[in-house]
């Protein structure tokens, strides 16, 4: 597997000179599998720029991990959709607000966007599946976890010939038993399926990253950050490499830079994170932060 960083920045857009190292578009990571087959993470404004490179009709899956803007905001602008002859499945979480191809199509309602999702030639097929159900996509396993986020929000796990890509953003962690058994009593009475729930417990979010040979995991915030942004949906620096430790991965890229953070303050929270493990192997683990254009083999 080839895995490429087309947006790595949360939250909205950030261009500017203090983000040319880690990159200003928002998520989207391109997946090229053992046999060439393309598979695309997320569709922020990072897919116009991967658009840029497809050249021709594209026949792709598009795995959403959510519907909030910095996830789907570059779909309207990605070249292949007005290509005649391409076609994606997207794919994303059961039991949002409205449903995915509702959220797709209502952002590029005549208000926002001068074309309709049904005027582009693109021939889309929209999926939604519940948590913890896993499908084939281009040869590839993936299986799906929920994300503990304000909507509903997948993480994915792509294995391919032994290799394993797990993607865990808009994640934040179950600091208190409370709130985790709170959520659970919520999601029963919402009647949702049973191993939905069980995805919720930190154990079961371990072993879903477990031997991670990739692990792109949220890192909005630093330590500090994260005490005034509790149940916001995201992570720390410390939280993820916590996960990557546990889950014996073994590279951790840190993911959904905050856009208030500039390629020094990121470089100085990982310093603060990992220490001297930056960049270098240590127990096994090489943690470092995604950067836009960075490209890993697998
Ligand atoms: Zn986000
Ligand atoms: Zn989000």
């Not at 404004?45 to 519907?67: D, K, Q, Y």
């Not at 290509?83 to 209502?106: C, H, N, Y």
């Not at 729930?197 to 990253?209: G, H, M, Q, S, V």
Request: with cysteine.
């Amino acid at each position: 597997m080839r895995v490429k960083f087309w947006g790595t920045r949360g939250t909205r857009p950030t261009p500017g000179r203090n983000t040319l190292r880690y990159g200003g578009n928002t998520a989207c990571v391109e997946v090229r599998t053992q046999t060439g087959e393309l598979i695309i993470i997320d569709s922020g404004s990072g897919i116009c720029e991967l658009g840029n490179e497809l050249s021709g009709p594209v026949n792709a899956h598009l795995l959403i991990s959510h519907t909030h803007w910095d996830h789907i905001q570059g779909f309207p602008f990605f070249g292949p959709n007005f290509v005649r002859g391409s076609r994606l499945t997207v794919i994303g979480p059961k039991g949002s607000m409205k449903s995915l191809q509702s959220a797709f199509a209502d952002q590029m309602d005549p208000v926002y966007f001068p074309l309709t999702m049904d005027q582009m030639p693109v021939e889309l097929e929209f999926r939604e599946l519940n948590a913890g159900e896993s499908f084939e996509a281009g040869g590839v396993t993936v299986t799906t976890h929920t994300m503990h986020h304000p909507i509903a929000t997948f993480g994915y796990r792509l294995e391919d010939d032994g290799k394993v890509f797990v993607f865990a953003t808009d994640q934040e962690p179950y600091a208190d038993p409370e709130e985790l058994t709170e959520k659970v009593a919520q999601l029963k009475r919402e009647g949702r399926p049973p191993e939905e729930l069980e995805a919720l417990w930190p154990n079961r979010y371990i072993d879903w990253c477990r031997d991670a040979d990739l692990l792109v995991h949220d890192a909005q915030y630093s330590a500090e950050e994260y005490r005034h942004h509790v149940g916001w949906g995201h992570s720390s620096f410390e939280y993820a490499l916590l996960v990557a430790r546990q889950a014996a991965a073994r590279q951790l890229a840190f993911f959904h830079h905050d856009p208030m953070h500039s390629d020094h303050d990121i470089e100085a929270m990982v310093e603060e994170a990992v220490g001297s493990e930056a960049h270098r192997k240590h127990r096994g683990l090489i943690a470092f932060p995604a950067a836009e254009g960075q490209e890993i083999v697998l």
